[in-house]
Every structure is written in structure tokens, then in C-alpha cells.
């Protein structure tokens, strides 16, 4: 498919596990952006990218959030020693260029559920 | 603090009639301000968006206004059809830092046939 792809699109873990969830961007998009949905909420920022590098992770909410880019396309979020706040809907999505303001495309988001 | 905030959880009108949905912020650096629409298990899709240095944008049954001064944004859609039935969401950014955006809390609006 030509879209955002995220994976995968549920995942129930217990407390105190590490996960990672993948995003593959649309092809050619050098920015990838992660966000977080909670219940009842609007997305959050957590970080992006441009090409390999973080470009800002200010979203991150502690150390327990990681996220990698290696080759500039497939993204890994990776969360250690999770909580149950942890649980909500984590999305991704990309744009050509470095910039939300262009049409950015999410994906259909990852829900991770902390039991 | 809630810098984007959608004070309407929820709001339900008739097919054929206006839909005018609400955003107000708080952070004078936001210059760029968007739509997202999302139906029930996809993510968000883009809708429209204005620039600071207008008041209006239009596209097809879609139209937002902007009131800087009020801090104030809407969302116009007419007229408003059954699969217009979805969350809008409010979001907005400040030149410095494009690739990062401030979404509000959503407002679930249901057209109703």
C-alpha cells in the first residue's frame, strides 16, 4: 500500500515489559513524526525526524521512550518497563518534507494496551 | 496546559445544515493552524488549513476562519452530510518548529440524516 504503516495495530502487554512498535513511512517521506492518543484526547507530540536524526524529542516523557530512524525510512518506537499509563494509541505519520504544515499522512495507529 | 483547547465535546446537526465547529488557544507564536478529521480506527486525515496571515480559507463545503486577536478558530462545513460524521481536531503550530503540532482535545460531531 501507498500509506503509513504502523505495527502492530493492537498490542496488550503487561506491566513492567518493553515493547516496540514499528512505523513504515510512505516512501520518499524524509520526515516521520510519532504521537500518542489517550482516551478522549487529541494527539500528543513525542518526537520526529528528519531523515535519520531526531530532529526534536521534547515529547518523549521520560527515559522509559526511545525511538530510532537508522536508515532514514522504518521507525522503532520502543518503550521500556511499561505502565498502565502507558496504554493509548500511538501514531505515526510522514511527510516529504520537514514540515507538519505540509499534508502530513498518518498511519491507522498502534493501540497498546498495559495490563 | 492546555494550549489548543476544543471546549465542545460533542455536537450533532441535521444533513443539509451548518456544522460550526469551535478552537481557541492560548500560544501567541502558533502561526499555522490545521484540521484533522478522523473516523474510528484510522488515523487522522488532513481536512484544511490557514496561515496566520489570513482570516479565511475555503475548500469545497469546508471553510475555516481565523480571528487572531480572539485567539479563535472555526471549522464551517456546508452543507454538512451523514459521512461528515467523525472527531474534528483543532491543531496548530509556531513557524520556529513546524514539524511539531498541538492538537485540541476533539470534538465528535454527528450530521444526522
Known amino acids: 500500500g501507498a500509506g503509513v504503516s504502523q505495527t502492530p495495530s493492537n498490542k496488550v502487554t503487561e506491566k513492567g515489559k518493553y515493547v516496540e512498535l514499528r512505523c513504515d513511512p510512505i516512501?520518499?517521506?524524509?520526515?516521520l513524526y510519532w504521537y500518542r492518543q489517550s482516551l478522549g484526547q487529541g494527539p500528543e507530540f513525542l518526537i520526529y525526524?528528519?531523515?535519520?536524526?531526531?530532529?526534536?524529542d521534547s515529547g518523549l516523557p521520560n527515559d522509559r521512550f526511545f525511538a530510532v530512524r537508522p536508515e532514514g525510512s522504518v521507525s522503532t518506537l520502543k518503550i521500556q518497563r511499561t505502565e498502565r499509563g502507558d496504554s493509548a494509541v500511538y501514531l505515526c505519520?510522514?511527510?516529504?518534507?520537514?514540515?507538519?504544515?505540509?499534508?502530513?499522512?498518518f498511519g491507522q495507529g498502534t493501540r497498546l494496551t498495559v495490563v | 496546559d492546555q494550549q489548543v483547547k476544543q471546549n465542545s465535546p460533542s455536537l450533532s446537526v441535521q444533513e443539509g445544515r451548518i456544522s460550526i465547529l469551535n478552537c481557541d488557544y492560548t500560544?501567541?507564536?502558533?502561526?499555522?493552524f490545521l484540521w484533522y478529521k478522523k473516523y474510528p480506527a484510522e488515523g487522522p486525515t488532513f481536512l484544511i488549513s490557514?496561515?496566520?496571515?489570513?482570516d479565511k480559507n475555503e475548500d469545497g463545503r469546508f471553510t475555516v476562519f481565523l480571528n487572531k486577536s480572539a485567539k479563535h478558530l472555526s471549522l464551517h462545513i456546508v452543507p454538512s452530510q451523514p459521512g461528515d460524521s467523525a472527531v474534528y481536531f483543532c491543531?496548530?503550530?509556531?513557524?520556529?518548529?513546524?514539524?511539531?503540532?498541538?492538537f485540541g482535545q476533539g470534538t465528535t460531531l454527528q450530521v444526522k440524516p
Open positions: 490557514i496561515s496566520s496571515i489570513k
Open positions: 525526524f528528519q531523515g535519520t536524526g531526531a530532529a526534536d
Open positions: 516512501s520518499g517521506h524524509t520526515a
Open positions: 500560544n501567541s507564536m502558533f502561526d499555522y
Open positions: 491543531a496548530a503550530s509556531a513557524s520556529s518548529n513546524t514539524g511539531k503540532l498541538i
Open positions: 505519520a510522514s511527510s516529504r518534507y520537514r514540515d507538519m504544515n505540509t499534508e502530513a499522512f
